[in-house]
């Protein structure tokens, strides 16, 4: 029999009204099912906050920076298990029961498998080396929609606060206390990103981060040359 739980989905926002009301319409069930949504805003301008103020438990408004915001979120919130989702992602249908066979499980932490929008053939194969590199590794991204144990969340003091990769680190100590149980059904994760700066630059981006992060070079100088790419590419 499935634990009873709650569950906190922390989701950190910044300039998203496009999109903001279709992607919390999708976790409406869990909220049903009396789940909670907090929407943390990093001071967007674009009346983000007000669009999803019906659509969730709460809004917060943060100092922007994804970590710093997720953070903040963690601290409001109320649940048991904490699952952090991006802006652009949608949970599949059966995720409340993933979730709740965690609950009853020893796991401490998980991810979801990640599918990319759209019908290229190539965004298909992205999203299977990702998933198959996260189960190599033990490391999740946040596009995979981490959760965790908020004892755990709190014992290791959450998301550190840097610009980039924040992800990365907090699956790196959170690998330290047990393997992340992967979850198969995709989440799914609009490939906006991928179609405006194109497909093999953004892979060959985001390997070159990930590479110069574990030889060491700071996170903060990673995001300035994360931004100064997304702009030569615009």
């Not at 929407?39 to 007000?50: K, Q, Y």
Request: glycine share 8%; charged share 25%.
């Amino acid at each position: 029999m499935p634990q009873r739980f709650l569950l906190s989905v922390i989701m950190p926002v910044w300039r998203e009204a496009e999109s903001i009301e279709y992607t919390l319409s999708g976790l409406q069930s869990l909220r049903s099912q009396g789940h909670e949504v907090i929407v943390v805003d990093g001071g967007s301008d674009d009346g983000t906050a007000a669009l999803a103020q019906p659509l969730c438990d709460q809004v917060i408004v943060s100092d922007p920076g994804r970590a710093v915001q997720m953070n903040a979120g963690a601290a409001a919130s109320s649940g048991t298990i904490l699952l952090f989702l991006h802006a652009d992602t949608l949970l599949p249908s059966s995720a409340s029961e993933h979730l709740a066979n965690f609950a009853a499980s020893s796991s401490v932490w998980g991810r979801f498998d990640v599918r990319l929008s759209g019908q290229h053939r190539l965004f298909r194969v992205i999203g299977w080396f990702m998933n198959w590199r996260s189960r190599l590794t033990g490391i999740a991204t946040g596009d995979q929609a981490i959760f965790m144990r908020r004892s755990v969340f709190d014992e290791l003091g959450g998301f550190a606060r840097i610009p980039l990769m924040e992800d990365v680190d907090l699956s790196s100590r959170l690998k330290r206390r047990s393997k992340p149980l992967c979850i198969s059904d995709p989440v799914i994760t609009d490939s906006r990103r991928w179609q405006k700066n194109g497909p093999w630059r953004t892979v060959l981006l985001m390997w070159r981060i990930r590479w110069r992060y574990w030889r060491g070079e700071s996170p903060e100088s990673l995001a300035k040359l994360y931004r100064g790419d997304v702009r030569n590419a615009e």
